[in-house]
């Protein structure tokens, strides 16, 4: 079956510009993960939705960052005013039940900031 | 408090030995302790996880060690293939709390055939 796939695969954009990265999981789970992974890092936890609500969204790093999941399934991590520092690989994981022992992730957006 | 302190950076192995990478952490309410494997160009995949119920768990040539009294685990890689060659990474999650997990900065294991 399919897996949680994300697309664009490859984002590059200039400072100061918007971007959205989107997220689509596997159909039929309930939670959402948004993860970014810095060159040479572990991923660093973003946001986790429940359904369509965040269930916590503490690893935002500042307010340009959001991310939304209007209908419980798709979801779009938002990112305004980009800076070079926001350049990573943005990863996305799903589970059936908002167990993180069943989290499956995407193979990730690489966003370049130039 | 939150973090997950990984050792070694990076690792190479001969074909079937054994590969031992080693996590480390301070805060006694995490719960659950999994390791991911990530292939170049891929997200991180589950491998295996451990609760600190247990001592150990082995899941074919992979094996997690779990030390609760010195706040330790690690992942052995039982004749190490050229396959496993990745970027391993440990992880943890808080009891009772949000379902987000916390990573080690990970181990690039390269297996020479």
């Known amino acids: 079956g399919a897996g949680v796939s994300q697309t664009p695969s490859n984002k590059v954009t200039e400072k100061g510009k918007y971007v959205e990265l989107r997220c689509d999981p596997i159909s039929g789970h309930t939670a959402l993960y948004w993860y970014r992974q810095s060159l040479g890092q572990g991923p660093e936890f973003l946001i986790y939705?429940?359904?369509?609500?965040?269930?916590?969204d503490s690893g935002l790093p500042n307010d340009r960052f959001f991310a939304v999941r209007p209908e419980g399934s798709v979801s779009t991590l938002k990112i305004q005013r980009t800076e070079r520092g926001d350049s990573a690989v943005y990863l996305c994981?799903?589970?059936?039940?908002?167990?993180?022992?069943?989290?499956?992730f995407g193979p990730g957006t690489r966003l370049t900031v130039l | 408090q939150q973090q997950v302190k990984q050792s070694p950076q990076s690792l190479i192995v001969q074909k079937g030995g054994i590969s031992i990478i080693n996590c480390a952490y301070e805060?006694?309410?995490?719960?659950?302790f999994p390791w991911y494997q990530q292939f170049p160009g891929k997200g991180p995949a589950l491998l295996i996880a451990?609760?600190?119920?247990?001592s150990e768990k082995k899941e074919g040539r992979f094996t997690i060690s779990f030390n609760k009294s010195a706040k330790q685990f690690s992942l052995h890689i039982m004749d190490s293939q050229p396959g496993d060659s990745a970027t391993y990474f440990c992880a943890a999650k808080l009891q009772g709390g949000s379902e987000k997990l916390v990573f080690g900065k990970g181990t690039k294991l390269t297996v020479n055939p």
């Open positions: 994981a799903s589970s059936p039940q908002g167990v993180v022992d069943t989290q499956y």
């Open positions: 939705f429940q359904g369509t609500g965040a269930a916590d």
């Open positions: 451990i609760r600190p119920d247990v």
């Open positions: 805060n006694t309410a995490f719960d659950y």
